[in-house]
């Protein structure tokens, strides 16, 4: 069998090199900035807790600590959201959590300051609690995309995974709500070693709940993978995934897209060679930097995302030990020197 990683991996080189030739370009130009005054894109990670406990929950999202760690209330969103219009806005916003669902109406509230200055969204959901009344509210907003996770193309699978009985029904049900409404749904699959086989089922299904793309990642060794080691694929396993995406791509062609998530590292090389634009909000109001860093540069109950980012969000991927870090990422394993770096967040 071909190597389908190392063919996977040097696209996406190839990728980065091309995206970092033209940022140089168009900033020699003077049409791309080299830094900016402002955060353009942030991840509002609106809570800790969650209705599910899915095993390879990178947030631990719903464990205890996760849960009396959240700082930040629907107020506090309001104030950050008001805050960042009053600064000239951002371009998009990534609601998640947690399950940013489960902040019922206090979401909408949080959602609409920034709605009405222009920024548009991606919301990450397992979808579990949409319905009629608030399929029909998600309506109003513009977005990047609406994104539900499903992992696996039947209940046992998917539940099973998911921790809670029953899940699959209301998820799917869900994700057929946002599509019917308008609202451009991508369907999110973690693939693991037990529902492999099925990958082309869970195309079809994503196909057939009416999703412009799928998108395929397998799981990473942090939060609660790490814990549950037997649901990180193989070398092997990793190789047929990648060819299966492949054929499967050619195969659905014209009809859904198939994404995959970008290897660690290289998503990483590429925040080194662009100017820094974003990062993450936490539910206790750290800025972190990305979902799989474990540093943090301030937080927003303790003093101001300007004051904050002019101090150190715009060169904080270059800091020392960041790189330190992103070089220690293992290239089989995509995991960093720091293990379980999750709760335990530096500050930079
Ligand atoms: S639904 Fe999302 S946030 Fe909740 S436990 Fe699963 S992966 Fe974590």
């Given at each position: 069998?071909?190597?389908?990683?190392?063919?996977?991996?040097?696209?996406?080189?190839?990728?980065?090199?091309?995206?970092?030739?033209n940022i140089i370009a168009l900033q020699k130009e003077g049409l791309y900035?080299?830094?900016?005054?402002?955060?353009?894109?942030?991840?509002?990670?609106?809570?800790?807790?969650?209705?599910?406990?899915?095993?390879?929950?990178?947030?631990?999202?719903?464990?205890?600590?996760?849960?009396?760690?959240?700082?930040?209330?629907?107020?506090?969103?309001?104030?950050?959201?008001?805050?960042?219009?009053?600064?000239?806005?951002?371009?998009?916003?990534?609601?998640?959590?947690?399950?940013?669902?489960?902040?019922?109406?206090?979401?909408?509230?949080?959602?609409?300051?920034?709605?009405?200055?222009?920024?548009?969204?991606?919301?990450?959901?397992?979808?579990?609690?949409?319905?009629?009344?608030?399929?029909?509210?998600?309506?109003?907003?513009?977005?990047?995309?609406?994104?539900?996770?499903?992992?696996?193309?039947?209940?046992?699978?998917?539940?099973?995974?998911?921790?809670?009985?029953?899940?699959?029904?209301?998820?799917?049900?869900?994700?057929?709500?946002?599509?019917?409404?308008?609202?451009?749904?991508?369907?999110?699959?973690?693939?693991?070693?037990?529902?492999?086989?099925?990958?082309?089922?869970?195309?079809?299904?994503?196909?057939?709940?009416?999703?412009?793309?799928?998108?395929?990642?397998?799981?990473?060794?942090?939060?609660?993978?790490?814990?549950?080691?037997?649901?990180?694929?193989?070398?092997?396993?990793?190789?047929?995934?990648?060819?299966?995406?492949?054929?499967?791509?050619?195969?659905?062609?014209?009809?859904?897209?198939?994404?995959?998530?970008?290897?660690?590292?290289?998503?990483?090389?590429?925040?080194?060679?662009?100017?820094?634009?974003?990062?993450?909000?936490?539910?206790?109001?750290?800025?972190?930097?990305?979902?799989?860093?474990?540093?943090?540069?301030?937080?927003?109950?303790?003093?101001?995302?300007?004051?904050?980012?002019?101090?150190?969000?715009?060169?904080?991927?270059?800091?020392?030990?960041?790189?330190?870090?992103?070089?220690?990422?293992?290239?089989?394993?995509?995991?960093?020197?720091?293990?379980?770096?999750?709760?335990?967040?530096?500050?930079?």
């Open positions: 069998m071909k190597d389908y990683i190392k063919i996977f991996e040097a696209a996406d080189a190839k990728r980065a090199k091309r995206e970092k030739e900035p080299k830094k900016y005054s402002f955060p353009t894109t942030l991840q509002f990670e609106l809570t800790g807790a969650c209705n599910l406990a899915c095993k390879h929950c990178y947030n631990r999202s719903g464990d205890d600590d996760r849960i009396k760690n959240t700082r930040m209330t629907v107020n506090e969103w309001k104030r950050l959201a008001g805050y960042i219009v009053d600064n000239g806005g951002i371009f998009q916003c990534i609601i998640s959590g947690g399950e940013p669902l489960l902040l019922g109406d206090g979401l909408f509230e949080i959602m609409d300051i920034l709605h009405e200055d222009g920024t548009s969204f991606v919301v990450i959901t397992n979808g579990m609690l949409l319905n009629e009344i608030n399929i029909k509210k998600f309506k109003r907003y513009r977005y990047f995309w609406f994104q539900i996770s499903i992992d696996g193309s039947s209940a046992e699978l998917h539940d099973s995974f998911r921790g809670v009985k029953g899940c699959w029904e209301k998820t799917v049900a869900g994700a057929m709500g946002v599509t019917s409404s308008g609202i451009p749904l991508v369907v999110a699959h973690t693939v693991i070693p037990k529902s492999l086989p099925l990958l082309e089922d869970m195309v079809k299904l994503a196909y057939s709940l009416g999703a412009g793309s799928i998108m395929i990642g397998e799981v990473l060794p942090s939060g609660r993978a790490i814990y549950n080691k037997n649901i990180i694929l193989s070398h092997e396993q990793r190789n047929y995934l990648y060819e299966q995406i492949n054929e499967l791509s050619i195969k659905y062609a014209g009809r859904i897209r198939i994404e995959r998530s970008m290897n660690v590292r290289s998503s990483m090389a590429r925040y080194l060679s662009q100017p820094n634009c974003g990062g993450i909000i936490r539910p206790n109001g750290d800025f972190r930097l990305d979902c799989m860093v474990p540093f943090s540069i301030g937080n927003v109950l303790e003093s101001s995302l300007k004051d904050i980012w002019d101090r150190s969000g715009c060169d904080a991927w270059h800091n020392p030990l960041v790189m330190d870090f992103i070089r220690s990422i293992d290239e089989e394993t995509q995991q960093g020197d720091i293990l379980n770096h999750v709760s335990e967040d530096i500050r930079i």
